[in-house]
């Protein structure tokens, strides 16, 4: 027998409760927003707006404001000290950029910490340098790295649950030539994706591809949501947010069709009830294996975030934040957006007949050995 730490008999109406959930999403993208609006934008990391990293570890620890007035007199735009570990011998400088060379920067650093700290030991274990240049290229390739993995994912969820791979296709490949072909004359690529985002949710609405936008739309709200919870807490965004961004989308992707998976399985066994008992049922079935995944990931990460230090704190919040989301946007975005768009389903399509694969008498799919 499986842990089951929701009992089998949870019957919970959350498809009547959907409404709620609209609003304290739409409060927190909103709050996003408000954060964004009053911080003049996005707070760029090294790796997006251009400048260097220095991490140095000294010999005996050292205090945040003693090395801040080390470090006050030196010719270093932009600093900002970042401490990491519970010892205080590590830290990262972070320099806005500047015109200097690797080696420049190297001496401008080591003259400022001998003249500030006197005879403290210390060692440059690292040094990283960004053109500002390449931090824009590296900020819009993120972007589009985003896109194109919701792109196929609408492919994918396109086919394994409507069937029709063809359409799906068809339509990936006409946007993603049509993004990457605007991208090469010179079109930003910034405001590119959100247009090019826009035009595939219009696209699967066109052509009826009901559970390719539920999962698309919630995984939207999944990377909104954390990124604006992510600014809020005034962390910068760099290569690890996207990576962390990244690993949202395919959890929350996993997560939907989790869910997705009992919906077309109770549809070929009950093509007559109501659409949205259908869906309540099915949530309220996987809810035990929600719980358990989310709850076994979320603690995971929560040791990350406690005892992982500086260097990975930014990825374990961003992912800390989107699973969680990840796990609510499953039951409260994607599955009610198939209820919505009820009338774009033909549950003819799910009769058993329609699919050969052997299965129980419940409907469900055969086990195999």
Known sequence: MGLHLIPDTLNIDFVGIRRYAYVVSVLLILAGLASFIYTGGPRYGIDFAGGAVVQVKFAQPVSDEHLKQALDGSALPGLVVQSYGTDGTDYVLRIAAMSESADGLSKTVNDALSAGLGGTGYEIMRLEMVGPKVGADLRAQALEALYYAILLISIYVSGRFERRWFTAGFIALVLGASTFGLSRFGLDRIFLVP????????????????????SVVSILHDVLITAGLYALCGREFDLTTIAALLTVVGYSLNDTIIVYDRIRENLRSDIVTPLGTVINRSINQTMSRTVLTSGTTLIAVLALLIFGGGVIFDFALAVFIGVFMGTTSSI???????????????????????????RDADGRLAARV
């Open 195 to 214: 247009v090019a985002v826009s035009l595939t949710l219009l696209l699967c609405w066109r052509f009826k591809l009901v559970f390719a936008i539920g």
């Open 332 to 358: 409260f975005i994607a599955s009610p957006i198939l209820l919505a768009m009820s009338a774009d389903i033909n549950r003819e399509d799910f009769r058993p007949g329609k699919d050969t694969r052997a």
